[in-house]
């Protein structure tokens, strides 16, 4: 069966440090690949999609890039972290072709 | 562009009440719209689809393209409902992406 695995599931950084979070995928090939924020009081936003490997959309202006080195690997990253890059990240998958997307169990970042 | 509105931050309802999660969309295509669900400490999970017509745990939802509304319902709440619920959109796109709401935290009381 298909798996979504994120680390770290906390981290606490100072501003301005890197970041580096990952996103892996077992059980599935060339899956759609999507890094989400979940802010306190603004549901999920949508940050980028992969629809496979080296292929990154963006979806909003921001401090944060993804890549998709392999084809069940997602990475977020930040070369200088921002206060406002506090916040609940969340990694998905979902098949080509197919609307349901399956959910990591996130990663709870604190930038202090 | 599509957008997604739930216009309850939070509700609060008493156990074997009805209970409605308001979901308003808008969209110039025809959407496929989905409940998603996040129970405490646990993943956000696909609750139902408005192109299955299926009921999951009681709840069901129609699509309303008259009003762009797919509110979730359900006849009898019960405590184990409360979760945080969020109301998402997929358009027509390439990378099937989806437009969430802000979300609903429903909170059923004993």
């Known amino acids: 069966s298909q798996t979504i695995h994120q680390w770290p599931a906390t981290l606490v950084q100072p501003v301005g440090s890197p970041l580096s979070l990952e996103c892996t995928v077992e059980?599935?090939?060339?899956?759609?690949l999507y890094w989400y924020r979940q802010a306190a009081g603004r549901g999920l936003q949508l940050l980028f999609y992969?629809?496979?490997?080296?292929?990154i959309s963006s979806e909003v202006p921001q401090n944060l890039s993804a890549s998709r080195p392999q084809d069940r690997q997602f990475i977020l990253s930040s070369k200088k972290l921002l206060l406002s890059d506090s916040g609940f990240y969340l990694c998905?998958?979902?098949?080509?072709?197919?609307?349901?997307?399956?959910f990591g169990p996130g990663t709870r970042l604190t930038v202090l | 562009a599509q957008r997604v509105t739930q216009p309850e931050k939070l509700l609060s309802v008493f156990k074997g009440a009805p209970v409605e999660l308001k979901c308003n969309y808008s969209?110039?295509?025809?959407?496929?719209l989905f409940w998603y669900v996040q129970y405490s400490r646990q993943r956000l999970q696909l609750l139902l689809r408005?192109?299955s017509r299926e009921s999951i745990k009681g709840f069901t939802a129609d699509l309303n393209k008259g009003e762009t509304s797919f509110h979730l319902k359900k006849p009898f709440a019960q405590e184990e409902d409360s979760a945080m619920y969020y109301c998402?959109?997929?358009?027509?796109?390439?990378?099937?992406?989806?437009?969430f709401g802000g979300g609903t935290r429903l909170m059923v009381k004993p």
């Open positions: 969209y110039s295509g025809s959407p496929e």
């Open positions: 059980g599935t090939s060339n899956p759609n």
């Open positions: 992969s629809v496979g490997i080296g292929q």
């Open positions: 998905a998958w979902g098949l080509a072709g197919s609307d349901t997307q399956y």
């Open positions: 998402a959109l997929s358009g027509n796109n390439a990378g099937n992406m989806l437009t």
């Open positions: 408005h192109i």
